[in-house]
């Protein structure tokens, strides 16, 4: 497989599924700043997959939009 390559499903093998890679990662930053509170507490999201965009919000109201197969991420912000 290629280095730095993304592909679909269906081109993942038991053969070569050994030789995956994360691609990317992202951070919601939802537990910054650091502080002990924030150290003791998780952040656990349910992501859905709607129109091939992975959608979760935040503890915070904040709605992000993550583009996997480009290694993107839209944040959109909540109305006042």
Known sequence: ??????????????????ELKVAWTYHTGAL???SDLNRKAA?????????????????FDQVIALIPYRCRALEVSPKN
């Open 1 to 18: 497989m290629p280095r730095n390559a993304l592909f679909a499903a269906e081109q993942i093998t038991r053969e070569n599924i050994g």
């Open 32 to 34: 910054q700043p650091e």
């Open 43 to 59: 952040f656990e999201a349910t992501a859905i997959l709607v129109d091939g965009m992975l959608l979760l919000s935040t503890p």
